[in-house]
């Protein structure tokens, strides 16, 4: 058999070629083989959890592999490394998982930069929906004030735009200790300009600001319809652009369609790199929550993983929200999370999905089962298609929150009592059969999308 290191190195090469960046980095980083005895590869993995996804998920795949590149693999064993497992935890400061103290310790901001060491590219999860800003921001740390100046990072509330800019800063910071790194918020430099303006100090105010090596501007919507604010910040730009020094700004939407802003200053914010952060999809959401679980050392099941995944479909603060609300309970509890704690988080958390087209739901599940959509509406009672119906009716229950009466005359004028045994049916069901749990959970990311 060729080197260890070698044969692994060659297995994650494929794997990249065959998973996104974000699920690569979640799943296969700090994995090495340790060992192999006749045809058996023992991996070392950082932990049970990580163990756990790559036998559900990967195995397979990380077996086909082996064993194109070495005929005498058979086998694989996953054996945690309890010494990386330390690790993990030493890097968690003030946190014990299943204890009573709760956990989420507080992270000081340093008041020199206002930045929050949390924001780093090491804990930032990469997938589909943010590569692209994630490599404008990697130019920027290559050789800033030079490339992509300015930086402008758009996009809705909670897609990760904040995390993103601070680790720029907080990278810089780091790898270049003498140059001076700001973050702000544009209220906090409206409120600046204003103080300065009632006790007469522009010039100190003008002062503070041009020193900076590299100036981060968060919500930079905020500036709409102030004037005097605009006129500081375009000045201020101009003489940092001019000076090479880096300029990052973030913002809920493209500087061209925040109105109330002065068009020589959409011109300027929109001069170097614009990027859009739009939500997380689904393959990205899934690794966010895992990635969330295991930086807290919370144990979650691959099907909870991905029940959540297809559930919350928003930002990445909800995802990581509800990663948060799930370890409270596993500690309060002082037990491990079920799949009936998540349904409950999720039933009495998430927001139902408004105007909902329940035709629409039943074509989608029924090209899931791949019968016709009339079947649905009939009184039939063939086998193949009582489930599906069922399955229409205890989602549009549980998931859109329609009223028994309206989802019975809706499919076909049944009874609304037929309604509530269906939904009751499939609901005790899926406590029992982990094939209708992976078929619902399909079902919900087909109508999530």
């Given amino acids: 058999m060729m080197d260890y290191k070698q044969l692994w190195q060659r297995v994650l090469v494929e794997m990249e070629l065959g998973v996104s960046s974000a699920n690569f980095t979640t799943w296969f980083k700090d994995t090495r083989i340790v060992k192999e005895d006749s045809g058996v590869v023992v991996l070392s993995v950082p932990n049970a959890f990580v163990k756990e996804w790559l036998l559900t998920k990967y195995h397979n795949t990380i077996l086909k592999s082996l064993r194109n590149l070495e005929s005498s693999v058979h086998a694989i064993e996953y054996v945690v490394n309890k010494e990386e497992s330390r690790r993990r935890e030493e890097r968690t400061p003030g946190k014990e998982t299943h204890t009573k103290e709760l956990p989420l310790a507080e992270v000081e901001v340093n008041k020199d930069d206002n930045l929050n060491p949390r924001y780093t590219f090491e804990n930032f999860v990469i997938g589909p929906f943010n590569e692209l800003a994630h490599a404008a921001a990697q130019a920027v740390i290559k050789k800033p004030g030079i490339m992509y100046n300015p930086l402008f990072i758009h996009g809705s509330t909670g897609h990760g735009k904040t995390h993103l800019i601070q680790a720029i800063g907080n990278h810089v910071k780091t790898t270049s200790p003498g140059k001076k790194v700001y973050y702000m918020t544009s209220e906090q430099f409206g409120q600046d300009c204003m103080n300065a303006l009632q006790n007469q100090k522009m010039n100190v105010f003008k002062e503070k600001y041009r020193k900076y090596d590299v100036l981060i501007v968060d919500d930079i919507q905020f500036f709409a319809d102030k004037q005097k604010f605009q006129e500081e910040l375009f000045h201020l730009f101009n003489t940092l652009y001019d000076n090479n020094r880096q300029i990052i700004f973030s913002s809920d939407k493209h500087p061209h369609f925040i109105t109330g802003l002065e068009e020589r200053l959409k011109s300027r914010l929109s001069a170097g790199m614009t990027v859009d952060i739009p939500a997380p999809d689904k393959e990205s959401r899934i690794a966010i929550i895992a990635a969330k679980a295991v930086r807290e050392g919370l144990p979650l099941s691959t099907e909870i993983v991905d029940y959540l995944a297809h559930s919350l479909n928003g930002n990445i603060r909800e995802l990581e929200g509800a990663v948060n609300a799930l370890l409270c309970q596993a500690q309060l509890k002082g037990k491990e999370i079920t799949m009936i704690d998540v349904r409950n988080y999720i039933k009495n958390t998430v927001r139902p999905k408004k105007n909902v087209a329940v035709k629409d ?71 029992e059969d982990q094939s209708l749990v992976d078929e619902v959970g399909q079902i919900r990311s087909l109508l999530t999308v």
Avoid: A
């Fill in 361 to 431: 739901v039943v074509r989608i599940i029924s090209d899931f089962y791949n019968i016709k959509e009339d079947s649905i509406y009939e009184k039939t009672r063939h086998k193949e298609v009582i489930r599906p119906r069922q399955i229409i009716m205890y989602i549009l229950r549980e998931d859109f929150n329609i009223s028994y009466p309206s989802i019975g005359q809706k499919l076909g004028g049944r009874d609304h009592t037929t309604v509530i045994h269906s939904c009751e049916k499939i609901k005790n069901d899926i406590k």
